[in-house]
């Protein structure tokens, strides 16, 4: 149990359906973060879990996204009516405490038809 | 507010040669300052930060940075490039005395070493 670790790998969906992505973070790293990566691109933040604290959602770019934690342990990323937009790699990572050197999993690629 | 620039999307460099990334960057207050390197198909691997005391910051892989406050940089270096070193790397930055802990990435530099 190394790393952080993401499933699935790859996800292939037809637009308007909802997806799930799930991000297991190195244990006892309070901190996680999702990031959202469009081809050729630089990485855009989505949200931000730290321990039982209220997730820091500014990144979220619709309603259609949303993210869930369960105490310091594993996320999930859904996101509803997928959209061709939606098309990019997601990234989870972790983190202890500050400074925080972040540990990026190795992403969902997500492919919205 | 905290942003980060890396002027150059390609650097081409040959074997055995020096190897520079730029990176500049923009704070409030002081920087937590990184570097990642991202291989094809693969997440964000961590290299180096700068967090506080010498400005050298040494790191995986033979890479080094050198925090200069004056001129707001934390470019990337290597004495000798390899083909291995090939790949996305991605400079960040965040404000210690911003309250926030979400650092802000810059858009990636391709570096591409020719044998």
């Known amino acids: 149990g190394a790393g952080v670790s993401q499933s699935p790998s790859n996800k292939v969906t037809e637009k308007g359906k909802d997806v799930e992505l799930r991000c297991d973070p190195i244990?006892?790293?309070?901190?996680l973060y999702w990031y959202r990566q469009r081809l050729g691109q630089g990485l855009e933040f989505l949200i931000y879990?730290?321990?039982?604290?209220?997730?820091?959602k500014s990144g979220l770019p619709s309603d259609r996204f949303s993210a869930e934690r369960t105490g310091e342990s594993v996320s999930t990323l859904t996101i509803q009516r997928t959209q061709q937009e939606d098309s990019a790699v997601y990234l989870c990572?972790?983190?202890?405490?500050?400074?925080?050197?972040?540990?990026f999993g190795p992403g969902t690629r997500l492919t919205v038809l | 507010a905290q942003s980060v620039a890396q002027p150059e999307d390609q650097v081409n460099v040959a074997e055995g040669n020096p190897l520079t990334v730029k990176c500049t960057y923009s704070?409030?207050?002081?920087?937590?300052l990184f570097w990642y390197v991202q291989y094809p198909n693969r997440g964000l691997q961590f290299l180096l930060k700068?967090?506080?005391?010498?400005?050298l910051v040494k790191g995986s892989y033979g890479f080094e940075a050198e925090f200069n406050k004056s001129q707001t940089s934390f470019h990337l270096k290597k004495p000798s490039a390899l083909v291995s070193d090939s790949a996305l790397y991605f400079c960040?930055?965040?404000?210690?005395?911003?309250?926030?802990?979400?650092?802000?990435f810059g858009r990636g530099t391709s570096l591409i070493v020719h044998p």
């Open positions: 990572a972790s983190s202890s405490s500050a400074p925080d050197t972040q540990y």
């Open positions: 244990s006892g790293h309070t901190a």
């Open positions: 879990f730290q321990g039982n604290s209220a997730p820091d």
């Open positions: 704070v409030s207050g002081n920087p937590y």
């Open positions: 700068y967090i506080t005391g010498d400005n």
């Open positions: 960040a930055v965040r404000d210690r005395g911003g309250g926030s802990y979400i650092p802000t």
